[in-house]
């Protein structure tokens, strides 16, 4: 990978003017796209990220190994009351969670984030995300604004360049799981469901539309709106639902509970297949970091496995049980991180904060709860083109993070993030990178 970045980062200089010109198109292209979040354009770096086979090849082998240990986790959770002590889920959302499926898939979606190491491979999961996994409609968006770049045409002269297809893979890959369910009926109608308030709209509409080109009857719904009587759920419109795409995270619906009461009662019921189920929670919260370098996880799992967990597996502690002394004194080591909130709100790296500010966060996240302290891992660093700021901008370098889209336990493409600061996030000024899988011509 280091070769094909080397090379794209000489084109760019060799051919600048050119790709001063493709860099202004495509954040025009970008401005007036479906990539859209919280009615802002999703902020893009120019240049690629161009993985190679033998790289995705080796993402592949550890998407594979990391959900098969997430898969037993979530296992375990099912069968064993002494396990389930260890999480931090109240009554309400343990009985959601034992709730039955009726397909046998544990995990049906999930975007595994990584610090990934260009140079040797070596890297260290950052984040799971389960059921809101979100960002396929930023991935194809911004690969649509640089696919015809003056960088990309001259790397195709070169390199055999594909990007990644992350709506129709999956309605193969939902559907492949709902015919495992046991309730199926041939022509399910399905509905793709989120608080719509604070949902990525336009994603859903090309779920949607990928649903149909398939032939399926496919609709979204806010799941504030589902009505549910008689053993059936329904639509605004009066519509029997069949199949629900949840994209609603897990902590958004139990902290508005009482305006989801009809599509809780359908769970209850098992009145609707659900995909994903709400067991998908037990990895979705960042505790999971933390219990699963416990003995009581590292017993169950093979030999290899746990070489895994604790080469990947960042060393994360609550924070209530760290040493305070050494967190406060070393901040250049940890992470400060909620355990069940999304999009890094609540997060402070500790090597950006002055000391005074680390040490009020600790203390103010104390008092809160609900706080872990997670080493730091210092991601991999590329050079890139930002226009966001400037019209003719200099190649500067940028913290990446790499995205896995896991469809049905299996690899389905990837999705690039770049920032500045320690924690790479919209709300961090963090920016999104195509994502092109790349070999040599021969």
Same mark, same amino acid.
């Given at each position: 990978?280091?070769?094909?970045?080397?090379?794209?980062?000489? *084109?760019?200089?060799?051919?600048?003017?050119?790709?001063?010109?493709?860099?202004?198109?495509?954040?025009?292209?970008?401005?007036?796209?479906?990539?859209?979040?919280?009615?802002?354009?999703?902020?893009?770096?120019?240049?690629?990220?161009?993985?190679?086979?033998?790289?995705?090849?080796?993402?592949?082998?550890?998407?594979?190994?990391?959900?098969?240990?997430?898969?037993?986790?979530?296992?375990?959770?099912?069968?064993?009351?002494?396990?389930?002590?260890?999480?931090?889920?109240?009554?309400?959302?343990?009985?959601?969670?034992? *709730?039955?499926?009726?397909?046998?898939?544990?995990?049906?979606?999930?975007?595994?984030?990584?610090?990934?190491?260009?140079?040797?491979?070596?890297?260290?999961?950052?984040?799971?995300?389960?059921?809101?996994?979100?960002?396929?409609?930023?991935?194809?968006?911004?690969?649509?604004?640089?696919?015809?770049?003056?960088?990309?045409?001259?790397?195709?002269?070169?390199?055999?360049? !594909?990007?990644?297809?992350?709506?129709?893979?999956?309605?193969?890959?939902?559907?492949?799981?709902?015919?495992?369910?046991?309730?199926?009926? !041939?022509?399910?109608?399905?509905?793709?469901? =989120?608080?719509?308030?604070?949902?990525?709209?336009?994603?859903?509409?090309?779920?949607?539309?990928?649903?149909?080109?398939?032939?399926?009857?496919?609709?979204?719904?806010?799941?504030? =709106?589902?009505?549910?009587?008689?053993?059936?759920?329904?639509?605004?419109?009066?519509?029997?639902?069949?199949?629900?795409?949840?994209?609603?995270?897990?902590?958004?619906?139990?902290?508005?509970?009482?305006?989801?009461?009809?599509?809780?009662?359908?769970?209850?019921?098992?009145?609707?297949?659900?995909?994903?189920?709400?067991?998908?929670?037990?990895?979705?919260?960042?505790?999971?970091?933390?219990?699963?370098?416990?003995?009581?996880?590292?017993?169950?799992?093979?030999?290899?496995?746990? =070489?895994?967990?604790?080469?990947?597996?960042?060393?994360?502690?609550?924070?209530?049980?760290?040493?305070?002394?050494?967190?406060?004194?070393?901040?250049?080591?940890?992470?400060?991180?909620?355990?069940?909130?999304?999009?890094?709100?609540?997060?402070?790296?500790?090597?950006?904060?002055?000391?005074?500010?680390?040490?009020?966060?600790?203390?103010?996240?104390?008092?809160?709860?609900?706080?872990?302290?997670?080493?730091?891992?210092?991601?991999?660093?590329?050079?890139?083109?930002?226009?966001?700021?400037?019209?003719?901008?200099?190649?500067?370098?940028?913290?990446?993070?790499?995205?896995?889209?896991?469809?049905?336990?299996?690899?389905?493409?990837?999705?690039?993030?770049?920032?500045?600061?320690?924690? *790479?996030?919209?709300?961090?000024?963090?920016?999104?990178?195509?994502?092109?899988?790349?070999?040599?011509?021969?």
């Amino acid at each position: 990978m280091k070769k094909l970045n080397d090379r794209a980062v000489e *084109i760019v200089r060799q051919r600048y003017e050119e790709n001063i010109k493709s860099g202004q198109a495509a954040l025009k292209y970008m401005e007036q796209s479906t990539a859209v979040y919280r009615s802002v354009p999703v902020a893009c770096l120019y240049m690629p990220k161009f993985f190679s086979h033998e790289a995705y090849k080796y993402l592949e082998g550890a998407a594979e190994t990391i959900c098969n240990i997430l898969d037993k986790v979530i296992q375990r959770y099912l069968d064993d009351p002494a396990y389930r002590k260890l999480f931090p889920f109240p009554a309400e959302l343990e009985e959601l969670i034992l *709730i039955e499926a009726h397909y046998p898939r544990l995990l049906p979606i999930s975007r595994l984030d990584i610090f990934f190491n260009e140079d040797d491979f070596s890297f260290q999961f950052c984040e799971f995300n389960a059921d809101g996994a979100s960002a396929m409609n930023e991935e194809r968006e911004i690969t649509n604004a640089t696919q015809n770049s003056d960088l990309v045409n001259k790397m195709r002269e070169e390199y055999e360049i !594909s990007p990644f297809e992350l709506f129709d893979s999956w309605v193969v890959e939902f559907m492949d799981i709902y015919e495992s369910y046991s309730n199926k009926i !041939s022509a399910p109608r399905i509905i793709i469901s =989120d608080f719509m308030e604070r949902a990525t709209a336009n994603e859903f509409i090309e779920f949607k539309k990928a649903f149909q080109r398939a032939g399926y009857d496919a609709d979204i719904c806010d799941i504030k =709106d589902f009505s549910y009587s008689g053993g059936e759920l329904k639509t605004a419109d009066g519509k029997k639902v069949d199949v629900v795409y949840r994209r609603a995270v897990t902590r958004d619906i139990m902290d508005q509970k009482d305006e989801v009461s009809a599509f809780l009662q359908a769970a209850r019921d098992n009145a609707v297949c659900i995909i994903g189920n709400f067991r998908t929670q037990v990895i979705h919260n960042k505790m999971i970091f933390k219990i699963l370098r416990q003995a009581e996880t590292l017993d169950f799992l093979t030999e290899n496995e746990r =070489d895994y967990v604790m080469r990947h597996i960042p060393e994360t502690l609550s924070l209530e049980a760290c040493d305070l002394d050494a967190v406060l004194k070393n901040k250049e080591d940890w992470i400060l991180k909620p355990e069940d909130l999304y999009g890094s709100r609540g997060v402070v790296a500790g090597f950006e904060a002055e000391a005074s500010d680390w040490e009020k966060a600790i203390k103010e996240a104390l008092q809160s709860g609900g706080y872990l302290i997670q080493r730091y891992c210092k991601p991999y660093r590329t050079l890139n083109l930002d226009f966001n700021k400037s019209q003719k901008p200099e190649l500067q370098e940028f913290n990446n993070i790499t995205g896995m889209f896991v469809y049905n336990a299996k690899l389905a493409g990837l999705y690039s993030r770049a920032g500045s600061q320690g924690t *790479i996030s919209s709300y961090a000024e963090g920016r999104t990178m195509s994502s092109l899988l790349v070999k040599e011509k021969k």
